[in-house]
């Protein structure tokens, strides 16, 4: 098991060598000159370029930038802007403010998604089960931009207009947990219609299993049949789509980070894209990759905890 | 080792003596499909005592799995149905009690044991776990005491090395050594009536013969009712003391098993035995019975055997055949039984 570990983490390398190599030559390819975005209408200081030229390694080619980056990397050091900020300073907090959503996002559609999938398995073709998947229709359907301002007009406004409660807060970061709630919903939304499609598959196949009709020959009480024996068959699939959902939704945060104004990752993205950061563009990239990297693992290696027949030597 | 603990037997014992311990008695079950409704199982019955051993013989189609299954009470109901019949266990209609009753009798009573036991058990538990559940869902037993009882009764169907094993997983067994653990299972509460639903079927042949003998080993030893449903008329001969043999949905013949091999009374038992190939025959084409089994969405007019049947008259096509008695312990849904005794073709 810790030998699998090692190798897994030292695959990890060249993977990330390749997407940040991907998005360090996109980036530098975009038209235009940085510096010149940098002072915008005015003329730029000939001396002053030709000093943050060469202090930034902007005349060397695109190969040997990319050697000059990833060894700062290595040391642990993200790089500066033009501005002289480094790059680390700006992600201060805000993949923690990314993280939250994402976990947030995460918790509500297990939650959610598996809890609609077993009742949609378990009445398989009544009325509810045929409601669920009409739901999950919906979720799929509806922009997160809609479902943002809406959630955010009649839980976060008019729910506390009416009634006096003030459970949901609609923007920033200041009320703790509670602050995750109505972004983590609206970002969860598609995952969880996905979710409850795929649980519902997963159990119903497991229903149909020989093991399953086994431990109903054992005499076992229903309820265990489905706890015990069902369920755990039918988790190996669920936990693949969650784990690797989390890269996805933190990499699809910023719109819902608008609509919300929250200070995370997605955000600082989108502006540092507008403003030709590039620095700070492949740093934000290189942490996601690794956190994508970092989830499938884990999910690798819950693998083996759920399913006995897979082992990693 | 055999303390048939009476406080958890629901049902009376006293009408034992004089009925059999379990009677299937015509039987009807039926499946809800698209095309329509498929029969298939038409009036089956049969009775066995304790220690006896009942051999159910048939085709993939025939009804026998159903019938077991139906007895077990693990049919998917709907899309089956089981619109007329009885099944008494120890006097008591299985049919007519509760669903919690039924749990009761199931594993404890009445137990089973599937074909495939690579399928059959979870892959995701200990074989240990998976027999000690046994003991600790319906005895209540301690996670201790369960263990070494699972122990105990993987020695007694012969795994070597149960103390270290009881650990493993189902797919770090060979098929023998699975199948062994589901028989371990199903007799682990003792039960009444043991139904093995071709336990052999997935096994290579030298495997399949040390399975039998453990089952017939262990029937002796606890005078259990064997159930054994198969296609191989070569498992049932050492076995079984007596034979019914299904087509269709329905048993078209009953016999003690020796008479049936010497002289089958039915038209397709006979073809059945004459299809297994012998060594004097060797270069010789393979015999084998015309036809494909019924279609149980439209099943052929009057005997269902008619359109493969060597003996085929007109009455065949249009009258139903009933169980015509042969002797006390034989009888066959064959209208023209005398003639297939005598082996004279029609």
């Known amino acids: 098991m810790g030998r699998y570990v090692v190798r897994r983490l030292l695959q990890a390398i060249p ?47 695109l190969i040997v930038r990319y050697g000059y980056y990833i060894r700062d990397i290595f040391t642990g050091d993200f790089g500066t802007t033009f501005r002289g900020l480094p790059v680390s300073t700006i992600f201060e907090g805000k993949f923690q403010v990314t993280l939250n959503l994402a976990l947030m996002a995460l918790i509500i559609e297990a939650i959610v998604g598996v809890g609609l999938g077993l009742i949609a398995a378990l009445r398989r073709g009544r009325w509810s089960d045929t409601g669920i998947l009409a739901v999950t229709l919906m979720l799929v359907s509806i922009p997160t931009l809609v479902s943002g301002f809406v959630l955010q007009l009649v839980l976060g406004v008019q729910l506390k207009k009416s009634t006096g409660i003030d459970f949901f ?118 942490v996601l990759v690794l956190i994508y990297i970092l989830a499938n693992l884990i999910v690798d290696l819950l693998y083996a905890v759920l399913d006995p027949r897979i082992r990693y030597e | 080792m055999q303390n048939p603990s009476v406080d958890t037997h629901l049902l009376p014992a006293d009408t034992l003596g004089t009925a059999p311990l379990l009677a299937v008695d015509n039987l009807h079950v039926e499946f809800a499909t698209r095309q329509g409704v498929a029969r298939a199982v038409n009036g089956v019955s049969y009775a066995l005592n304790a220690g006896e051993t009942l051999a159910v013989l048939g085709e993939s189609g025939s009804g026998k799995s159903v019938t077991a299954q139906a007895i077990m009470g ?59 559940e046994m003991f600790r869902v319906h005895r209540g037993m301690g996670k201790k005491a369960a263990y070494a009882k699972a122990i105990e009764l993987m020695d007694r169907v012969r795994i070597p090395a149960a103390r270290q094993r009881v650990h493993d997983y189902p797919h770090q067994f060979s098929g023998g050594m699975r199948q062994r ?96 190939p012998r060594v004097d025959q060797k270069g010789q084409d393979l015999y084998a019975i015309k036809g494909l089994p019924p279609n149980l969405l439209d099943m052929p007019t009057g005997c269902a055997f008619n359109p493969r049947c060597p003996y085929r008259q007109d009455n065949c096509v249009t009258d139903v055949p009933p169980l015509h008695e042969i002797s006390g312990t034989r009888s066959s849904a064959c209208h023209y039984w005398r003639e297939v005794l005598d082996g004279v073709e029609g």
Do not use: C
Request: no cysteine; aromatic share 6%.
């Open chain 2, 74 to 132: 693990i049919l998917d109901m709907p899309p089956a149905r089981i619109p007329k019949g009885e099944i008494r266990f120890r006097g008591t209609d299985l049919l007519k009690l509760s669903e919690n009753a039924r749990t009761q009798i199931r594993g404890q009573q009445i137990a089973m044991v599937f074909q495939d036991a690579l399928s059959a058990l979870n892959p995701v538990f200990t074989v240990g776990w998976q027999i000690a």
């Open chain 2, 181 to 276: 653990i589901m028989i371990a299972m199903s007799i682990a509460l003792d039960p009444d009536v043991l139904i093995a639903d071709e336990p052999t079927t997935a096994l290579d042949v030298t495997v399949q013969a040390q399975i039998m003998e453990l089952l017939a080993e262990l029937q002796r030893e606890s005078n259990m009712a064997m159930i054994l449903i198969t296609h191989d008329l070569g498992v049932v001969a050492d076995v079984a003391d007596k034979i019914a043999v299904m087509y269709g949905g329905r048993i078209v013949e009953n016999a003690p098993v020796h008479d049936v091999y010497k002289t089958p009374a039915h038209p397709y038992t006979k073809g059945l035995l004459e299809s297994i």
């Open chain 1, 15 to 61: 993977v990330l060598l390749g997407t940040t190599f991907l998005i360090f030559a996109i980036v530098y390819a975009l038209p235009g000159d940085p510096l010149q975005a940098l002072a915008g209408d005015r003329r730029v200081d000939p001396v002053f370029a030709q000093t943050m030229r060469e202090l930034f390694h902007l005349n060397d080619p």
């Open chain 1, 169 to 286: 807060p609609v923007t920033g970061v200041s009320d703790g947990w509670r602050s995750y709630l109505l972004p983590g919903a609206v970002l969860a939304g598609t995952s969880i219609a996905y979710l409850t499609r795929l649980t519902r598959t997963s159990l119903m196949e497991t229903l149909r299993s020989d093991y399953v009709r086994t431990a109903i020959a054992k005499g076992m009480p229903r309820r265990r049949v489905l706890g015990r024996h069902a369920l755990r068959n039918s988790l190996i699939p669920l936990v693949t789509y969650l784990g690797a959902d989390l890269g996805t939704l933190m990499g699809g945060a910023v719109i819902t980070e608008t609509i919300f104004n929250l200070p995370g990752i997605g955000q600082q993205l989108f502006t540092s894209v507008y403003l030709r950061e590039n620095s700070v563009v492949v740093g934000i990239v290189t």
